[in-house]
């Protein structure tokens, strides 16, 4: 069966460290890996684009790298802060039953302590 | 940047009673949006392709007579809830790729938190 998995429902972080989030998939073919941000009773907000050809993409304190072999991509933030608290979702995209249509991962919960 | 907005950001309303939320472009088009659930803890799970001019196509288990989806125009998707029931109390969110540029590109709307009672 199809399962997008991000390890860590939860990852607590020190302040001005590095976060590493996690996203396995199996059993699918992206075309496209994103990374989104979700606050609390809000709409995802888009991060990071990836696609299948790609190894690593980078903006500003945040890079994300894409291993189609491992199905494995690690979405890093740099000097964390706490506003960088949040909820991160990866999402895979281009398969089948349409280019644009995301299927979401499980989300990782992100808390950054001062 | 591109904006989508949702109405109402949130409704209560009554078992048995239909329930609209809108979805909108405001500043591109969107011959197709997304709709979404996500339950309280979880993770945002797909439940129809909106397709302006055209019926919209469902995913597996999604009722389409429960959920009824409208696109209209390039700028605006309705989605009614008929019939709510509790179990259908939910965050639904709703996502647009714009007619041009990236195709990867989808912008989500802030949400429409529905509770039904």
């Known amino acids: 069966s199809q399962k997008i998995e991000q390890n860590s429902e939860a990852l607590n972080i020190q302040e001005g460290k590095t976060a590493t989030l996690t996203c396995n998939y199996t059993n699918y073919s992206p075309a496209y890996l994103q990374w989104y941000r979700q606050d609390p009773g809000r709409g995802p907000v888009f991060l990071l684009l990836i696609r299948e050809n790609e190894k690593e993409k980078r903006k500003e304190r945040l890079k994300v790298t894409f291993d189609t072999t491992l199905k494995q991509s690690l979405f890093h933030i740099t000097a964390s802060q706490p506003a960088d608290s949040a909820t991160y979702l990866c999402?895979?995209?281009?398969?089948?039953?349409?280019?644009?249509?995301?299927?979401f991962g499980t989300g990782t919960k992100l808390q950054v302590i001062p | 940047g591109a904006v989508v907005s949702q109405h109402p950001s949130w409704v209560i309303c009554k078992s048995g009673t239909s329930v609209k939320i809108e979805c909108r472009s405001l500043?591109?088009?969107?011959?197709?949006m997304f709709w979404y659930r996500q339950f309280p803890k979880q993770s945002l799970m797909l439940m129809a392709t909106?397709?302006?001019?055209?019926?919209?196509?469902?995913e597996q288990g999604v009722e389409k007579d429960k959920f009824l989806i409208n696109h209209a125009s390039l700028t605006l998707s309705t989605l009614t809830v008929t019939s709510a029931h509790p179990e259908d109390s939910s965050f639904y969110i709703c996502s647009a790729p714009p007619t041009s540029g990236n195709l990867e590109t989808q912008y989500f709307g802030p949400g429409t938190r529905l509770l039904v009672l």
């Open positions: 909106s397709n302006e001019g055209s019926k919209a196509t469902y």
């Open positions: 999402a895979l995209g281009g398969e089948s039953g349409g280019y644009q249509k995301v299927t």
């Open positions: 500043d591109f088009q969107a011959t197709t």
